[in-house]
């Protein structure tokens, strides 16, 4: 397997199966690079909470002014092929700024959308993240990893380079999300996440079981975890999560409250002034929150659009910023942060939302000068299709809609205050022709310009602009199609496999053909998972499987239950005990990718990242004799340990989605990886950052450890300078050839 000096691969390789050549030296770490022209900027100033002390704001930050890092104006061409994506325009609409890795990690650049004189703005390797400029031009804000792991800060820069500086998020321990901008550009909100307080040291969590272990039904064919996970503390005042849903109408019900799954740790909502000359302003706090993100401001000021909630039970919540009085809450869909916007007047809010519905769909919310909900419509729906993206030109009239069609993306644009259009009446569209399968953002360019950033099948990530017209253009920064691979093997198109769960259950997945194979000779293959496990497979051009399908190997890329873009009811099939359910998913799959590939019998392999790791830990002590052998990456293999050690807002948000630590023990433990292990027969290759904090990389180390102790060959590769998702080249590439040598090596012989 692939090495390197950086790098930390554990376990020794088993002699007995290590093919000629291999090294049967032990694993070393070379002394870690320093931290030359690292940043360590001071605390923010503010009154921090007592310890232990629940229900006080995050401190508001203090912006902390940054040397000047904006790089060459030359474009950088140490990668040949790059990705370009996250686009957010300029005031006019005539310049960008984007996130494109063709330095080798994710970096913020900005340039004109018809030419290709771009530049660094950031020098600096901390991966960028998010992208936003100011509605009028000056600033540009965006969210850096330092470290490349998770915790995140805000910052902000102008577009000639000049001024950067940190937001938020300077302090240690401290996470920073980026909201939206004031419509004036006088302010940009950032959600703060303060440091949280850990669980007992064995892991236990909290003790308390007063409460009911009954489900709550969902307004769906399935069944959550009942319980509104989060107490909200608005400023100047307390305000709970059942007072919060009284006011949102007489007909509102509040759940009963979930214990908190940790304890410490909330998020904290601020507008701040990045030209330091206002105090930021604070919009909410929630103690045990799973997420908070302010998406829109109305024009006036008086009302705050957020989104809250844990995965599965998102919210869209309206708030007066007079006197912080949560009017308005509205069930949102899981998927893309930005749920909607404020019409211009304030009088009606447009939401992405799967309220009393299977999918997600445009909904126009109704609001009194108060901001209390009057009456909600459906605006624009497709059958079986989810509203995956949603967007607005600068004027507030004009949306762009992005639907997820199986994988595939149908992008279109909807007048919203057309002339003679009566209340709740659906609104007609006009569909913008694609040069690729899928949508990942949407965003408005000047008064009638609109950035899209695509990807596809064939190509790298690119961004895409039409102005005055629906007729969308390649920038000329973006990478080409053809730089999409080397010469001589062009990306593999996958089909479309569909399949029936052994419940009934209608399951799908794309299946990736390793070229110059005879058509119906069983080839050895990878059934691939997604994480989330709300995530979805779609048809977009992947190294990892390019990488795979050169060596020989096919693909098989499924949705399991739990999956999006299929319908909620899909989405919640997998919860609770449901889950088993969805190892059984892994199975079926394998067994239809014997049948229709056609994939070897003998020759099969499972693959995932996050939750996908978490699947391949599992399928393998599930299903012993199914794979020969497995590569999981940044995976749980046990519950009880992922929920001490992950970060309390994701710990909030999937006890809702896996189960309550506490309440749900016995049913974690049933479906935690560790407790099977005796049932592990075959080899395994863990990878993992080494700053991952969702997932720590603890989870991967405790299973490979208990499978060498067990006789069964393991590995662990642990990438420097990464967390949860792999950002940087090198890496990326180090991580592609270690994983294929692996599979290559236990499915075919070869290395």
Not at 32 to 41: E, Q
Not at 223 to 250: E, H, V
Not at 406 to 417: F, H, I, P, Y
Not at 507 to 514: D, F, I, K, Q, V
């Amino acid at each position: 397997m692939a090495s390197d000096a950086r790098h930390l691969v554990t376990g020794e390789p088993d002699t007995a199966t290590a093919p000629p050549g291999a090294s049967s030296l032990p694993p070393s770490v070379a002394a870690r690079p320093g931290a030359d022209g690292a940043l360590v900027a001071p605390p923010s100033t503010g009154t921090r909470p007592a310890d232990g002390h629940e229900g006080a704001a995050a401190p508001a930050p203090a912006p902390v002014a940054l040397p000047e890092a904006s790089g060459p104006r030359d474009a950088v061409t140490r990668l040949r092929s790059h990705g370009c994506w996250y686009p957010s325009a300029g005031a006019d609409g005539t310049e960008a700024a984007f996130i494109c890795d063709r330095g080798g990690v994710p970096q913020l650049w900005a340039g004109p959308v018809d030419g290709d004189e771009v530049h660094l703005l950031d020098s600096l390797p901390d991966p960028v993240k998010e992208v936003s400029w100011s509605p009028d031009g000056r600033w540009i804000a965006y969210t850096t990893a330092p470290g490349g792991g998770e915790h995140s800060r805000v910052l902000c820069v102008r577009p000639d380079g000049s001024g950067r500086r940190v937001l938020a998020g300077a302090d240690p321990g401290h996470t920073a999300h980026l909201g939206c901008w004031a419509h004036d550009g006088s302010a940009v909100a950032v959600t703060l996440a303060a440091p949280e307080t850990r669980a007992p040291a064995d892991g236990a969590g909290p003790t308390d079981t007063t409460l009911p272990a009954n489900w709550a039904g969902r307004d769906g064919r399935a069944t959550l975890l009942g319980g509104t996970p989060y107490d909200t503390a608005p400023a100047g005042g307390t305000m709970t999560a059942a007072t919060a849903m009284t006011a949102a109408g007489p007909t509102a019900a509040a759940p009963p409250a979930v214990p908190a799954v940790r304890t410490g740790g909330g998020l904290s909502a601020y507008l701040i002034d990045p030209d330091g000359l206002a105090s930021p302003v604070l919009l909410a706090t929630e103690t045990h929150a799973a997420t908070l993100r302010v998406c829109d401001i109305s024009r006036d000021g008086r009302l705050v659009l957020m989104r809250r909630g844990p995965r599965g039970r998102r919210e869209a919540v309206v708030r007066r910023t007079a006197d912080s009085a949560t009017t308005c809450t509205v069930p949102v869909a899981d998927g893309d942060p930005w749920i909607g916007r404020f019409s211009p007047d304030g009088r009606t809010l447009w939401l992405r939302s799967d309220a009393e519905r299977e999918y997600a769909a445009l909904l126009a919310v109704t609001l009194d000068p108060d901001g209390r909900p009057l009456g909600r419509s459906v605006a624009v729906e497709r059958p079986d299709s989810d509203l995956d993206l949603l967007a607005w030109s600068q004027d507030g009239r004009t949306a762009a809609l992005s639907w997820n069609e199986r994988g595939a993306s149908r992008l279109e644009l909807v007048d919203t205050s057309p002339a003679g259009r009566t209340p709740y009446d659906p609104l007609p569209t006009t569909p913008v022709p694609l040069p690729h399968e899928v949508v990942t953002r949407v965003t408005a360019a000047g008064p009638r310009g609109l950035l899209a950033a695509l990807s596809g099948s064939q190509r790298r990530p690119g961004v895409w602009s039409a102005f005055g017209s629906v007729s969308l253009l390649r920038t000329p920064w973006s990478s080409r199609d053809e730089d999409a691979t080397g010469p001589g093997r062009p990306p593999v198109r996958p089909v479309l496999l569909r399949l029936t769960a052994r419940d009934g259950l209608s399951l799908s997945g794309w299946y990736y053909r390793a070229p110059g194979r005879p058509a119906g000779e069983p080839a050895p293959c990878v059934i691939h998972l997604h994480g989330g496990p709300e995530e979805q497979e779609r048809p977009v051009f992947s190294p990892l499987y390019h990488e795979l399908t050169g060596r020989g190997l096919d693909v098989f890329a499924p949705d399991v239950r739990g999956s999006s873009g299929h319908g909620r009811s899909f989405v919640d099939a997998d919860l609770g005990a449901g889950r088993f359910a969805a190892l059984d998913d892994v199975a079926d799959c394998a067994a239809h990718a014997v049948a229709e590939g056609p994939a070897d019998p003998t020759r099969l392999a499972v693959m995932g990242r996050s939750y996908g790791g978490y699947l391949t830990f599992a399928s393998l002590v599930h299903h012993p004799d199914l794979f020969r052998t497995g590569v999981a990456v940044c995976g749980m293999s046990d519950f009880a340990t992922f929920f001490a050690g992950t970060e309390p807002w994701l710990a909030e948000s999937a006890a809702h989605k896996y189960g309550h630590p506490e309440r749900d023990r016995d049913l974690l433990r049933a479906l935690s990886p560790m407790t099977r292990i005796d049932a592990l027969r075959v080899p395994l290759l863990a990878v993992h950052g080494e700053h991952d904090t969702n997932v720590p990389p603890g989870e991967s180390e405790q299973f490979v450890r208990a499978a060498r102790e067990r006789g069964i060959p393991a590995r662990m590769l642990t990438l420097r300078d990464e967390g949860h998702d792999f950002l940087r080249a090198d890496n990326r590439r180090l991580f592609r050839r270690a994983a294929a040598d692996w599979l290559q090596r236990f499915l075919t012989g070869r290395s």
